[in-house]
């Protein structure tokens, strides 16, 4: 038996024994991550990993989710592909994502994701609907207070971002997104601003939520 099949067989198991309320949820959950299920009611309420190969040692970026099935990052996190893949936590399963299309946009164009409903694991087996409204992030136009990182919700100044940071959201005073991370020039954090609302390109699911 392959290891892919394995987890599945120890997934079902947990499931047989969560449902005679012999496991913890907690344990539960923990069983979804470890079987490559990707658990998109997440912590980290409003941005995804996303990574364009699932090759062992590939780059992985960050994403903020704008939809029910929308995904907002920076071009260079796709780094070229047209199919990538996200995740809640690196550590959770990974499910398919097309590019549907790239905003142009300064410093670099922005990526918008389109989360396939129906692949790996997640859809298989538990049929994900789509990101729930309180985990969408709501267009704003304030300046850059925060920045939700694989580590957590942090001050927006270049000491905290990191490698792999990329494509974070960075959000005003009011928790609403105003742009995505794109880098770091010396001591200056760089973000890729919401483009404008007639800008070629910038049309659907994020400008629709704009505020």
Known sequence: MNRPHARLGSLLGLIALAGGCAAPLGRFE???EEAGVARFASRDAGAVAVRASLDPGAP?????????????????VTRGQETVHVATTREAGWVAARVARR???????????????????YGLLLGFPGFEPDRHLIAGAGDPVAVL????????????????????????AAGDLVG???????????????????????RGPLLAARR
């Open 30 to 32: 923990a069983a979804l």
């Open 60 to 76: 992985a970026g960050r994403g903020a989710v704008v939809g029910d099935r929308w995904v907002l990052t920076v071009d260079h």
């Open 103 to 121: 905003i142009p946009a300064s410093p670099e164009p922005l990526a918008l994701l389109e989360v396939d409903l129906d692949d790996g694991l």
């Open 149 to 172: 990182t694989a580590r957590g919700r942090l001050p927006w100044t270049a000491g905290v971002l990191e490698p792999g940071d990329s494509g974070s959201p960075v959000l005003d």
């Open 180 to 202: 995505v991370v794109c880098g770091r020039r010396g001591d200056t954090g760089v973000y890729v601003a919401l483009p404008a609302a007639g800008t070629p390109g910038a």
